[in-house]
């Protein structure tokens, strides 16, 4: 079995929007979050299942394990705040793409790359956007896949689509993710431009296992 959890979606920056524009849209928002939910659930077992075909067809799980989540009301508002989003509940629901999201941790890049095949077969699936910091790291040397997939459902007897962000890493990658992330956000979150080297050198030197690895893989 996949083990599933949530990751932490505050921050520290979270605070309380009392104006009346962010009220009357979180108000709206509460009435559908549960769509989101509806869709993260539908989604997470999908994925289990292609695991579970992968598992039975060719004796190999690509995916170590997921997590997921809904992001906060709080975080959403901070969002459209902080990038000037005009505040309504259209520009919510067609610029905040990420109030869904799963982290898929794989064996091996290869394994991120089939899984990502097979989800694109999928019929009640379409894809919104695809940014592989993989093939061109960012700057910080941070390495995942990003993809805003839409997921059809039916609520309330009407077809809507709704979007599900997808960050697909190796266990590396997610290791290097976490640690770095933890690193920026302790005390000041000031890191030193040493560091900031060694971080990008670490990146490359755990990427460049994660293909030694994979090449051990594929003899057996």
Same mark, same amino acid.
């Given at each position: 079995?996949?083990?599933?959890?949530?990751? $932490? $979606?505050?921050?520290?920056?979270?605070?309380?929007?009392?104006?009346?524009?962010?009220?009357?849209?979180?108000?709206?928002?509460?009435?559908?979050?549960?769509?989101?939910?509806?869709?993260?659930?539908? /989604?997470?077992?999908?994925?289990?299942?292609?695991?579970?075909?992968?598992?039975? #067809?060719?004796?190999?799980?690509? +995916? =170590?394990?997921?997590?997921?989540?809904? %992001?906060?009301?709080?975080?959403?508002?901070? %969002?459209?705040?902080?990038?000037?989003?005009? +505040?309504?509940?259209?520009?919510? %629901?067609?610029?905040?793409?990420?109030?869904?999201?799963?982290?898929?941790?794989?064996?091996?890049?290869?394994? +991120?790359?089939? &899984?990502? %095949?097979?989800?694109?077969?999928?019929?009640?699936?379409?894809?919104? &956007?695809?940014?592989?910091?993989?093939? #061109?790291?960012?700057?910080?040397?941070?390495?995942? !896949?990003? &993809?805003?997939?839409?997921?059809?459902?039916?609520?309330? #007897?009407?077809?809507?689509?709704?979007? &599900?962000? !997808?960050?697909?890493?190796?266990? $590396?990658?997610? /290791?290097? $993710?976490?640690?770095? =992330?933890?690193?920026?956000?302790?005390?000041?979150?000031? !890191?030193?431009?040493?560091?900031?080297? #060694?971080?990008?050198?670490?990146?490359?030197?755990?990427?460049? +296992?994660?293909?030694?690895?994979?090449?051990?893989?594929?003899?057996?």
């Amino acid at each position: 079995m996949i083990l599933q959890k949530g990751w $932490a $979606a505050a921050r520290p920056y979270e605070k309380v929007y009392d104006d009346e524009e962010s009220v009357k849209v979180l108000q709206q928002y509460a009435k559908i979050e549960k769509d989101y939910r509806y869709a993260l659930r539908e /989604m997470c077992a999908k994925l289990e299942n292609l695991d579970d075909y992968c598992s039975t #067809n060719f004796s190999h799980n690509p +995916i =170590h394990h997921m997590e997921s989540r809904i %992001k906060s009301p709080e975080s959403i508002m901070e %969002k459209m705040h902080r990038r000037g989003y005009k +505040i309504d509940l259209r520009t919510l %629901k067609d610029l905040v793409y990420d109030i869904a999201g799963i982290r898929v941790i794989c064996n091996y890049v290869s394994d +991120i790359e089939y &899984i990502i %095949k097979l989800l694109m077969q999928q019929r009640n699936l379409r894809i919104r &956007i695809i940014k592989d910091y993989i093939a #061109n790291p960012k700057k910080s040397g941070y390495r995942s !896949i990003h &993809i805003v997939f839409e997921k059809q459902m039916f609520v309330e #007897n009407e077809e809507v689509w709704i979007p &599900i962000e !997808i960050q697909f890493r190796t266990i $590396a990658m997610d /290791m290097w $993710a976490s640690l770095e =992330h933890e690193l920026r956000y302790k005390g000041d979150g000031h !890191i030193s431009k040493e560091d900031e080297d #060694n971080l990008r050198k670490y990146a490359e030197q755990l990427y460049e +296992i994660d293909m030694n690895m994979q090449k051990i893989f594929e003899k057996k």
